[in-house]
């Protein structure tokens, strides 16, 4: 049985199809159409699926659209939509909201729009489709029983849980919004999930947390995890206005009260206007009160639930200084946090979640220890692109240890090897690659992405090593939790640690990825340091390169010094 999963509502569009409970392939649409999160988070782009996601899994299971079982939609338009407006045809939009009067049916003027367009989505997959596409969707007829509406923070949580090793979890939930919840608990029991709370909107932290980053200068549904570097260099001057704004309360409850940014903490930043030390205080300060807030529901959700394991999902998940925080200082005992924790995956969750439901499925038998569920090309396709386009290139005879020597001579390299990641973190198969040894790779990093200077960069460590550079590390294979550099070695890997003493790791096994763990061995046997500068491999505004085409493009027009492409390099 297929089902294929599909998020389509505010950003991060993506698709994922699922065979019979296992994930076979799962990515985002900006991969293959260049638009950072696919498209901005307005009413009027709802319409939009992620064709070009959902053909890459469709050819990676082998079918056409018309062999799919199940489709699974992250989101429920009919959580929305009133009794006395349920089963008429037609709605109401205004030209002008500013002249015509709200309807105080709706909580927003669009809201007909964009829940229209959610159901219409089924007639769209059939007849919306890029002509180029047109190999596997041409015939399509999905007639709507194949459709389902999944709630979207049942989708997040089912994104969590059930692709998590633990049999029994708490499970929560963080984002800007779904229907109505913005914030969710539930129980995880085998394939079963139990909600057992919500905080329902406007009351937000992803919100609170969206609308500080507009006023910081940087562009909400995006730059959110700049306002968690920008935290690391700030005082907390403003802890009483945001213990004032987020007010918590009994049963994993709270409110969002008396914004007033303005009166708060002064002007907006506009985008390029130098950053000063009050902008690094309400970062701090909001990063803080953050930290105080998840704890405090995470703590209660521990009681309330009685679980020693918590699954996490959610943009606000992917706050990697917040769940070091629930990590070292909550009651659970274990943490899971979904890599896809955006909009992304929540493709996969409502999948997951169709497919258990449709096959009456009474065990979980898919972990996801990794996140390699994107394109991927062959040497062939590689060396026939480079042909084509006249690239200068040499084929490698030890890729790990050629690239390690390139490597310990303090180059920089784009390193473009197997399927591509699933989620916003590069994690070995499409990075940007650098030794952490001189003090100043992090600069030269950031001049090359044309980053902003407070950016910290990741450090990618051998598993078995990582307790030997980072203090209590073990396993963290998706870069969403940090960890301080142990004191002994932070003089060798400066590059990696961030002005506060931590660093955001990924931690990689040889089962996860060979080519990657087999060029730490090698950096290590060079150079005796077993971890590597990782970031990704994509310039300022752009998503991660896809094709061997963007990586090449992306190469040629960036200031890195080589390339090493499938079992080939191009160096300048």
Known sequence: MYTLGINAVFHDSAACIIKDGQLLAATEEERFTHIKHGKRPVPFSTWELPFHAI???????????????????SFDPYQLISEQHKGKGTIDIPFEPSIDPVNQDWLN????LFLSSIINAVGQLNDGWPHHLQKRFVGANVPREKWHFVDHHVAHAASAFNCSPFERAAVMTVDGRGENATTTYSVGNGHDLKRIGQVNFPNSLGLLYEEVTTHLGFLHSSDEYKVMALASYGKPEFVKDFREIIKVGPNGQYTIENKNFVERFGPMRLRHEEFTAHHFNIAHSLQLVLEETLLEITDWLQKETGEQNLCMAGGVALNCVANARI?????FQNIWVQPASGDDGTALGAALWVDAQQRKATKRDFVMEHCYWGPEYTDE???????????????????AEETADILAQDKIIGWYQGRMEF?????????????????????RLNEVKDREDFRPVAPVVLEEEAGNWFENASYSPFMLFIYDVKP??????????????????????????????????AFQRKTGVPVLVNTSF?????????????????????????LVIGSFVIEK
């Open 538 to 562: 994509n310039t300022l505004g752009k998503p991660i390169v896809c094709t061997p085409r963007d990586a090449i493009e992306c190469f040629w027009s960036s200031p890195f010094d080589a």
């Open 381 to 399: 396709e590689i060396e026939k692109f480079m042909k084509w386009c006249k690239v200068p290139y040499r084929k490698l005879n030890n890729i």
């Open 327 to 331: 990590r070292d200082k909550g009651a």
């Open 423 to 443: 989620g916003p973190r590069a994690l070995g198969s499409r990075s940007i690659l650098a030794s952490p040894i001189s003090p100043a790779m992090q600069q």
């Open 109 to 112: 003027v669009w809201d007909p």
């Open 55 to 73: 053909d890459y899994c469709l050819k990676i299971a082998g079918i056409h659209i018309n062999d799919v079982d199940h489709i699974a939609y």
């Open 488 to 521: 002994e070695k932070a003089d060798q890997i400066p590059a990696v640690r961030h002005t506060d003493g931590t660093a955001r790791i990924q931690t990689v096994n040889e089962r996860q990825h060979k080519n990657y763990y087999d060029l730490l061995k």
